[in-house]
């Protein structure tokens, strides 16, 4: 018998993970949403109905190509549907991109303050974070963030476009210089592009090294039902093809997608109201005395009170969840909201008022 020295049981995560914490999920404190971005509005009229009344045998294997759910998309994006794949939520998407295209060796490049998820992917598959942040913390760094990739041996970048917790949206001129200048790949999150209606989908097949990132959980109100998607040339999508899952999005989601893509004019008056409601929100917070308010193209809108914590505190006393951030690169303390339903937004207003001592 050879001799072991006995292990205890965090000896056994690969060390690259050991300093990686869980994701820490908000609660459903039973407050007012205002902390995720989702949409806050109950899917459209007969949907619920159509998507439970669908017979699926779930006794077998989802579509492992999830044909009708990338045709939807497809002819939603004006692309074919092999230049689709879909993921389990954009977040599975992330690494799956990581896992694919970068890992050891390989950079991820990124525009701090951005979307955290980014860093857990890269740190899970081995690969190396390159920051660029914004300038102010709002403007693209177009060269210094061009120079990056020229620099790096490998490398993946991710512009999220609008960018979370921002909310800002980058030029469309800018954006594209990166990815022609850019050796690179370049991933273009757009989460949020019912919003902006800012979008790259029409140049996948201009640029071998562009990826767009969609996902259903914020304008189409899926996200607990997890499904997001690569929009990209035939053969990016090929490789991401090899890595993912076979079956990845299950078949009730792929279904509830798809059949969501059918409500597309309900969902656009849904964002329609959703944009105003974001506009009015940050022209009020804007006109408070001590009050910062940065700009948006989404559906949330971040902001900096003179004392952030008292008032994040506030709010969740009065039944509002928000997004408190202690300390972002660059911009340090700020709060982020999501529009939660007229009404409630009006309500949040009044106490936004009454903490700026109006
Ligand atoms: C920029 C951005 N990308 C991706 C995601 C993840 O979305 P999903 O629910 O599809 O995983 C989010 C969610 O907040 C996001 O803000």
């Not at 879909?86 to 998407?93: P, Q, T």
């Not at 998607?229 to 078949?251: G, H, M, W």
């Not at 909201?337 to 109006?358: C, D, H, M, W, Y």
Request: hydrophobic residues 40%; charged residues 20%.
């Amino acid at each position: 018998m050879t001799n072991f020295i006995k292990k205890a049981a965090n000896d056994f995560i690969r060390p690259v993970l050991t300093s990686l914490q869980a994701y820490q999920p908000s609660e459903d404190t039973g407050k007012i949403r205002m902390d995720a971005n989702e949409n806050p509005f109950p899917w459209p009229e007969g949907m619920q109905e159509e998507v439970f009344n669908s017979t699926l045998e779930f006794n077998r294997y989802p579509d492992g190509s999830a044909k009708a759910l990338r045709q939807g998309i497809a002819t939603y994006n004006n692309v074919d549907w092999t230049e689709v794949l879909v993921g389990n939520g954009s977040d599975e998407l992330i690494q799956l991109i990581l896992s694919t295209f970068a890992g050891p060796g390989s950079s991820l490049i990124v525009h701090p303050p951005t979307f955290s998820m980014y860093w857990a992917a890269a740190t899970i598959t081995g690969t190396s974070v390159e920051e660029v942040p914004l300038l102010g913390g709002i403007s693209l760094d177009t060269e210094g963030i061009i120079k990056s990739s020229q620099q790096a041996a490998r490398s993946v970048m991710i512009i999220c476009n609008p960018n979370n917790p921002t909310g800002n949206a980058f030029a469309r001129s800018e954006i594209l210089q990166i990815v022609r200048e850019s050796p690179g790949l370049v991933v273009v999150d757009e989460a949020y592009y019912e919003f902006s209606g800012e979008t790259l989908a029409d140049v996948i097949n201009e640029y071998p090294n562009l990826l767009i990132l969609r996902t259903f959980s914020k304008a189409f109100g899926l996200a607990a039902l997890r499904v997001g998607y690569v929009l990209a040339n035939k053969t990016l999508i090929a490789d991401l093809n090899k890595v993912r899952q076979p079956y990845n999005v299950n078949s009730f989601s792929q279904q509830a997608a798809a059949i969501a893509l059918k409500y597309l004019p309900a969902y656009l008056q849904q964002v329609a109201i959703l944009k105003k409601e974001i506009q009015k929100i940050s022209e009020e917070l804007g006109q408070l005395p001590g009050v910062t308010v940065y700009p948006t193209a989404a559906n949330f809108v971040l902001f900096r009170p003179a004392d952030c914590r008292t008032w994040a505190e506030e709010f969740a006393a009065k039944g509002f969840n928000t997004r408190y951030f202690t300390n972002l690169p660059v911009l340090k303390e700020a709060i982020r909201v999501s529009s939660a339903l007229p009404e409630q937004n009006q309500e949040f207003l009044r106490i936004a008022t009454k903490l700026a001592g109006v």
